[in-house]
Structure formats: C-alpha cells, structure tokens
C-alpha cells in the first residue's frame, strides 16, 4: 500500500489553465506537506498544514492555494499557471512529535506548462 | 541561500568503494536528516542524527555530525550499483517547528 499518494504523476497543461493535484497519507500523520523540486534539483517547502491547519506558507505566490479537507488529505490547487510553475511537486507527510519529523514523501507530480 | 550546502555535487565511483558525501549549514539545528532521492521517484528518509550526537550507524550507512564545523557527512561503504540516486541531507532548526529544509544534494553513481 502506497503510504503517501499523490495525482496526477504527469500533467502537461497550457499556461492560463488552473489545475489541482491530490495528495492522500494513510500513515496518520498529523502534518502534510507540499515541497517543490525544480530542474536543478533544489527542493522547497511550499506549505505545511498541521490538523487542517496552516502552519507553514513559505513565499508562495497567491495563485497556489492548498486545501486540506482533512488531516489525511492536502490538495493543490493552482491558478493562472506560468512557464516557471513547471516542476516537480512532492506531497509529504510527517508525525509531530520526538522522533524527529521524519517526513514520507509521494512520488511526486511532474507538471510542465507549455 | 541554502540552509544545506552539499558538497560534491556529482560523484562517480565503482562498486564496491565507499563514497562520501558532505553538508554543511548554517544556523543551529535539532537534528540533521539524509533522504535518497532515485531517478523519477520521490524521496527516502535514510537516517536521522539529533544535535547532540556525533555518530550514527544504520546498515552500511554511517553518519557523523560536527555542530562546532555545522557539517555532516554521509558514508556508503561497499557501494552497489542500487546505491545510484541523488543524496540530500536535510536540516531541523531549532526553533523551527517542523519545518525539514534540505540541501542541494550529491548525485552519485554507481558503476559496475
């Protein structure tokens, strides 16, 4: 069983179209999070919401909006897309606590605008 | 700039040799994490070492941490062909809830 699943995998989309992806964790998780990955590898955090509620929102511009349904779920939704939106996008999630905060990634959802 | 700066950034060994990467950062930490990140896939936590530890173990892993130098390092010994991937390590700040900010990793390859 996938522990943190995210769709779609791949999304090419024109630019102006608003999309979302969909990210799920059957692990319990307390805290889920949206990190970025750019062609160069680097990796960003995004957002991070803690039972529902929005903990971390990292210089993002507005037309990304995340939406977190329940502590299980934390979707993206992105309007407006640009060139410079095209990445890869991980969904993750973590238990609050003192372990440590490990974080368990999905594998990820490549969005190319074009 | 980046909490996590690693060094290098590409290595190329031959299986069976031991391969070393580097971190370092720059503000005081909770704990310092290293992920393995395969090509087209999402990343793995491989091993965590807290502040106040020097060392740590984990199969053929091993990890040290200097918090006077703000460095770490990540050894594979009798590297595999399977060890190919991009390495990140990943730093907890004190302070900073739970928030990982990762460095900007060391693509290794393995060759047979």
């Known amino acids: 069983d996938t522990a943190v699943s995210q769709t779609p995998k791949y999304l090419v989309t024109q630019m102006g179209n608003d999309k979302s992806i969909k990210c799920e964790q059957n692990l319990g998780h307390d805290t889920m999070y949206w990190y970025k990955q750019d062609s160069k590898k680097f990796l960003k955090i995004m957002f991070s919401?803690?039972?529902?509620?929005?903990?971390i929102n990292e210089t993002v511009p507005n037309r990304f909006s995340p939406k977190s349904p329940d502590k299980a779920h934390l979707n993206l939704h992105i309007n407006s897309l640009e060139l410079g939106d095209s990445a890869v996008y991980f969904c993750?999630?973590?238990?609050?606590?003192?372990?440590?905060?490990?974080?368990?990634f999905g594998e990820g959802s490549w969005l190319t605008v074009v | 700039s980046q909490q996590g700066e690693e060094d290098p950034q590409a290595l190329s060994i031959q299986e069976g040799e031991n391969a070393t990467m580097n971190c370092s950062y720059k503000t005081s930490i909770n704990n310092l994490q290293w992920y393995r990140q395969n090509s087209g896939r999402g990343l793995v936590h491989l091993i965590l070492i807290r502040s106040n530890e020097r060392e740590k173990h984990s199969g053929r892993l091993r990890v040290t941490l200097d918090t006077s130098k703000k460095s770490s390092s990540l050894l594979i010994t009798a590297s595999r062909a399977a060890d190919t991937a991009s390495y990140f390590c990943a730093t907890s700040l004190t302070g900073g809830g739970n928030k990982l900010t990762f460095g900007t990793g060391t693509q290794l390859k393995v060759e047979l």
């Open positions: 919401y803690n039972n529902k509620e929005l903990i």
């Open positions: 993750a999630s973590s238990h609050t606590g003192n372990s440590g905060n490990t974080i368990y």
